[in-house]
């Protein structure tokens, strides 16, 4: 059965410093990745997505991905972070089955101080 | 372009008390679709999907039901609510294919 694990459950960083949220996942068959962002009281809004081709992946707000298939991680990156990317982050693979079901890890909050 | 609706946006509920919360998606159809609820502080908890009218796969037993009594309409119930049922909940919907979700702006319940 796929499962994401979520190192981190808070990330604190500075304004204008670097961020890797970390994924990594564990699946028997091929998978689709995600990174959602959820602001407080919010959906979840998609960010990037990994299906297939290019190993990185970019996607809104600036944010990147790598997929690393030796490695089974998928983790997210951005090289200058704004106050307003304060929010959850939630990775997710596919299930792999016709319910089309995301199977999600547990959020990692980044938290950006001025 | 599609859209995904939830209402209401909040609720305040007595212990006991019936609830109903309604999701409906607009311009696709066919659409799979998905119930998830967010305790205080905690990540995302799968509750039901559909694949289709009347088909619902529920993930956890609890003191809660899901309908789709319409293609783009999906309802969850409950009879008697409790205070653990406290929590944010979201709808989701997909067309399958490469598993991508979207989100509706989800539903503040608070069971007093």
């Known amino acids: 059965a796929q499962s994401v694990t979520q190192l981190d459950s808070q990330v604190p960083v500075f304004e204008e410093a670097p961020v890797e949220l970390r994924c990594n996942y564990s699946?028997?068959?091929?998978?689709?990745l995600f990174w959602y962002v959820q602001y407080p009281n919010q959906g979840l809004q998609l960010l990037l997505k990994?299906?297939?081709?290019?190993?990185l992946v970019k996607g809104i707000n600036g944010f990147e991905a790598e997929f690393n298939k030796s490695q089974t991680s998928f983790h997210l990156r951005k090289p200058s972070v704004h106050i307003s990317d304060t929010a959850e982050y939630f990775c997710?693979?596919?299930?792999?089955?016709?319910?089309?079901?995301?199977?999600f890890g547990s959020g990692t909050r980044l938290l950006v101080r001025p | 372009s599609q859209t995904i609706h939830q209402w209401p946006a909040t609720l305040v509920q007595p212990v006991g008390s019936p609830l109903s919360l309604e999701c409906t998606v607009e311009?696709?159809?066919?659409?799979?679709l998905y119930w998830y609820r967010q305790a205080a502080g905690r990540g995302l908890q799968l509750l039901f999907y559909?694949?289709?009218?009347?088909?619902i796969s529920s993930e956890v037993p609890q003191n809660l039901s899901a309908s789709r009594p319409q293609d783009r309409q999906f309802i969850l119930s409950s009879k008697k609510l409790l205070l653990s049922d406290s929590g944010f909940y979201l709808c989701?919907?997909?067309?399958?294919?490469?598993?991508?979700?979207?989100f509706g702006p989800g539903t503040r319940l608070t069971v007093t």
């Open positions: 989701a919907w997909t067309r399958g294919l490469n598993y991508e979700q979207y």
């Open positions: 699946s028997s068959v091929s998978v689709y």
């Open positions: 990994y299906l297939s081709g290019s190993t």
């Open positions: 997710a693979v596919s299930s792999g089955d016709s319910s089309y079901k995301l199977i």
């Open positions: 311009g696709t159809s066919n659409p799979n």
């Open positions: 559909s694949v289709g009218i009347g088909q």
